[in-house]
């Protein structure tokens, strides 16, 4: 269409009805990311000062112009942050926005900010800073929610529940422990956020549009002062790099997988059927026509989210896969990802932390449910192996027996006469009784990691040592 050879712009009747200018508004809208990437604007200015005052420190361009470059930066960045400035689709971006306003600002000065770099180091760059710190911002999340799990596993620590494989009842475990489980995960997505920040630390600034420059450029000097550890190491990998971007989404993706399940447990919960937990008003809603219900809506939503920040993933990865290096313009579609799986992340450890502080336990259901569906049938084969000498699958057969006559009777283990359980298995003795209790199971899974409320603690003091 650049070349203008087939059709006059308004003759197409195609495009007529949808573009009123013809081709070249196609081309613009087609082109343009300043709908987006507006969001990196106080990065890319922050990159264009460090630019800036290297360039003038290498003698590269004078400190008059540096000032004047600075200083119009400085008003651009008060322009947008109060909403004055006006961007132009046609400008196509945030960079070509901003240097466009420079130069308004400041004249011909504003030209030779855009020595010895492209767009295509200076996107590198926003886009980088831009997910940094969002990674910073997520990880202080993380521990606001790992924070909330801590503060209630360890009032809730000797709070029996039924655990759970294949969602029926396997063994009691404590709540405290259950919380733990979330704290393990959550814990491990933190550390993948820390070591994405490490990962990523590095400046692509001076890269320039893929090949380096033969200005005397000091890349560590502009590194350092925008606080990256040290400048990447080749300049075509560089501005063809997202990997940041997909590490950022590999993590949000997991760790949206660990809030959806949570969420699905919270669901799972609240039903008047487990009646495990009770929601507070601010997280849940009512029915506009069943006035009994009260809804896990927020709960609903964060596990939906997963569906966004997985898909942002897939997404990115598809533009990437195939791309010749270095940079091409597919790479432009990295941004709307990311800036919709970290807003969509953000939002559900919010929500979760809030909903996992203000949930009330009702520690009573939770322990009726522990005592059912005979959880405490390994307790009983374990005493066997331990008490009466049996291996353990000659105990696992006994106990096979021992519930069967309980379910036959239609009682729970504890209330087998002893007369009965001994003619199934003469060694059982009256002690038995000890660890058929809930109370008893749980305190006696004292193993490393394990449910007894005394490990549980342990495992709050080591987390609460690195939260
Ligand atoms: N808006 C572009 C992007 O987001 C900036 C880089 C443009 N570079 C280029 N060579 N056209 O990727």
Redesign the pocket.
Known sequence: MADGSSETKSSNQMWGGRFASGPDAIMEEINA?IGF?KKLYAQDIRGSIAHATMLAHQGIISAEDKDKIVHGLDTILSEIDSGAFEFSRRL????MNIEARLAALIGPAAGRLHTAR???D??ALD?RLWVKEELQKTEKALTGLIAAFLDRAEEHAETVMPGFTHLQTAQPVTFGHHCMAYVEMFGRDRARVRHAIEHMDESPIGAA?LAGTGFPIDRHMTAKALGFREPTRNSIDTVSDRDFALEFLSIAAIAATHLSRLAEEIVIWSTPQFGFIRLSDAFSTGSSIMPQKKNPDAAELVRAKTGRVNGSLVALLTVMKGLPLA?S?D??E??EQVFDAAESLELAIAAMTGMIRDVTIRADRMKAAAGSGYSTATDLADWLVREAGLPFRDAHHVTGRVVALAEQKGCDLADLPLGELQAINSAITDKVYGVLTVEASVASRTSFGGTAPSEVRKQIAWWRARN
């Open positions: 990311s990437d196509e971006d945030i960079h492209s767009r295509n200076q996107v886009f549009a940079y313009k790479m432009q990295d941004k």
